[in-house]
């Protein structure tokens, strides 16, 4: 296994264990600190502060983060789409999950 690919799974692994806990925080209906949670730990994973990703569309995202990173940047907004429909937020929720599926199409 090269050098890039141990980075990306380790990657990945940390990005799963944020989101795991963000999810769990949300069905505890901790609403509020599964978002900061979310925010804060996928913007210390990928190097950017999550709203600063938020604000660029989908193709300048995938191009900045690259595409393994734009790929767990768009699993992150998933989770937030989760977060927001456990809210009862389905609005927010929806308008995530098409942000989420646009930034995996522009990353593939």
């Known amino acids: 296994m090269s ?3 141990d980075f990306i799974l380790r990657l990945a692994r940390r990005m799963g264990e944020v989101l795991a806990r963000a999810i769990g925080l949300a069905k505890k209906a901790d609403y509020e600190e599964s978002h900061q949670v ?3 730990g996928v913007g210390a994973e990928l190097g950017m502060p999550f709203a600063m990703l938020l604000r660029l569309d989908a193709t300048s995202a995938a191009r900045l983060l690259g595409k393994d990173k734009a790929a767990l940047f ?4 998933r989770t937030r789409a989760l977060l927001f429909k456990l ?3 389905d609005v927010e929720g929806a308008a995530s ?3 989420a599926d646009a930034v995996a199409q522009a990353a593939s």
């Open 87 to 89: 809210a009862g937020r």
């Open 74 to 77: 768009a699993e992150a907004l």
């Open 3 to 5: 050098y890039q690919e």
């Open 38 to 40: 979310l925010e804060q």
């Open 97 to 99: 999950e098409a942000h």
